[in-house]
């Protein structure tokens, strides 16, 4: 769910899409992300949302049994994008000492 609308996607699409964007903000940073999704036709689309820094997204579970959208393309680079940011630019200080801690833990 974004500013833009609603776009269904599966569980694991949504989760990796929520955690890139919670590296990217603690990074200081945004990026765009390539993410498929079933239009209320049932249709599969593709949308290209601004993720990270200053943007607004919300996941929530859908009710009833969705049809679940698996892209394994996508998730992968949404892992590894992720995998590589948490490694290579978040700040290494003791969590007590980082605002992305406490931010997370408040």
């Known amino acids: 769910m974004t ?14 899409v929520g955690r890139y964007a919670l590296a990217l ?4 940073d945004s ?3 390539d993410v498929p999704y079933l239009s209320a036709g049932g249709t599969l689309r593709r949308a290209e949302l601004r993720v990270g820094w200053l943007v607004d997204i919300g996941i929530v579970t859908a009710d009833g ?6 892209d394994p ?13 948490e490694r290579d630019r978040w ?11 406490w931010e997370t833990v408040l």
């Open 3 to 16: 500013s833009i609308g609603t776009f269904r996607t599966g569980d694991l699409l949504a989760e990796a």
């Open 25 to 28: 903000a603690h990074a200081y």
């Open 31 to 33: 990026a765009v992300v």
């Open 65 to 70: 049994d969705e049809e679940e959208v698996v």
């Open 73 to 85: 393309d996508a998730l992968r680079i949404l892992v590894d994008c992720c995998d590589e940011l």
């Open 91 to 101: 700040p290494q200080l003791p969590p007590e000492q980082s605002w992305a801690y």
